[in-house]
């Protein structure tokens, strides 16, 4: 299944969600320090209800630690404002990792210049619009993404 990646996370609930979304959809998730947060905060543990022993998360130092992690031969996508391609343009498949930034800032530009530019995805949004929440985010991305692979897993 679809690895999700949140880059230095700020928002506990937003994470909760992520939790429960990976768990629902088999998806991995993986955390990237500093977290805005600590793991065992009431609202992160809320927003994920009793998924957290569903899901699998991982949580990693840096970037460094979590690219070697996850292995060179890995397709990854960033999911930003600032993407060239439009997220369901692409043909994913199972072992694509999707990668989101922190809520205030998105991917920094040296995390986001790592990527091709077509692996630089972003959602439609009306013009003068600065964002998406990032659990709606993730939610949009994994599903269409998993869609595509005709929820491989899903009942």
């Known amino acids: 299944m679809f690895d999700i990646v949140l880059y230095e996370p700020e928002i506990a609930p937003n994470t909760g969600n992520v939790i429960r979304l990976a768990a629902n959809s088999g998806a991995r998730l993986h955390l990237v320090r500093p977290l805005g947060y600590t793991l065992n905060d009431r609202t992160l543990a809320r927003a994920g ?4 022993e569903h899901a ?31 997220y369901d343009s692409v043909l994913y498949s199972e ?7 922190p809520e205030t800032r998105g991917l920094p530009q040296a995390v986001l210049e790592t990527f091709p530019a077509g692996q630089r995805l972003r959602l439609p949004m009306r013009e003068h619009s600065r964002s998406l929440n990032l659990a709606n ?4 991305v994994v599903y269409e993404a998993w869609r595509q692979i005709d929820f491989s897993g899903g009942t």
């Open 95 to 101: 072992n694509d990792v999707l990668v989101f930034g």
């Open 137 to 140: 985010a993730v939610a949009i």
């Open 56 to 86: 699998s998360v991982q949580v990693h130092d840096d970037w460094t630690s979590c690219v070697r992690a996850l292995g060179d031969a890995r397709r990854m996508y960033a999911v930003t404002t600032r993407g060239t391609a439009r």
């Open 49 to 52: 209800l009793d998924y957290h």
